[in-house]
């Protein structure tokens, strides 16, 4: 009996997570969340275009000696003219929470998504040119960064890969994090791709969740912790769901293994204390 396509997307999710974080396929590992989220929809199609933005890369950076030899201002002028130009891609910012927009397949035929998803397509996109770049984690609202002489560029893929100054970095993290928000250090860290991936997933796990569908944030979490089997946050967000859904077995075991991968700081005495009351209600 031949595998469903949800099993298979989950075969290779579990294979990448044995995987050290530089021999990721990005996209490819996109896509299969994209297969589980989707099982229906079109996953070659998308692999195909997936094969056609790589392969436009390299056509373009072997054209552009300025960019080819490290001109960090040509390499992202290159890249934005052929993810949202050639490509027209585009942010989602009519239907900014519709689950499609982080699904990579649908991305990939709608044109449209949020930014970490056209992220992934710009480090899919670098990668394929043979040059550096990474995401940034900054809240609530994905950045990529390409090196730069003085340091990096910071681009914002949603709005088409403008580059970001301080001044719009400031007015951009209030915009999406709040007045008081600062623009921190911190906030400007590399992504690894594994980062990047689950913050991609991660958008499909909170909007099953603010739908009050604990299953599917679940299921979801499970298929994060696939990619990042040494997680202690996803087991502890997966022990927490277990715990609303009365699996209190479940429950302690998730967050047993929590605390197995993180024994100290805030987090892990917070869990140690449900621990200790889910194990006096089974007593």
Known sequence: MSATPQEEARAALDAAGQLPDAELDLASVALQFARIDAPAADWRAAQAL??????????????????????SERRRALLAGLIHGEFGFAGDAETYDDMANANLIQVLDRRRGLPVALGVLWLHAAEAAGWSAHG?????????????????IVLDVFA???????PELRALIKRVAGENAELKPG??????????????????????????????GLAATRDMLRLAPDHAGLWREMGL?????????????????????EPRGEAAARIRGLVEELRNRLN
């Open 50 to 71: 997936l094969t056609q933005i790589a392969r436009r890369a390299v056509e373009l950076a072997a054209a552009d000696p300025a960019a080819d030899g490290g001109d």
């Open 136 to 152: 940034l984690n900054a809240p609530g609202h994905f950045l990529l960064a390409l090196p730069h002489a003085r340091g990096q």
């Open 160 to 166: 088409g890969g403008d580059q970001l100054l301080a």
């Open 187 to 216: 906030m400007l860290a590399p992504m690894t791709k594994r980062d990047v991936l689950l913050r991609l997933q991660n958008n499909i796990k909170l909007r099953r969740l603010q739908a009050n569908d604990l299953e599917g």
């Open 241 to 261: 769901i277990e715990h609303r859904l009365e699996r209190i077995g479940a429950a302690l075991a998730s967050l047993d293994r929590a605390l197995e991968i």
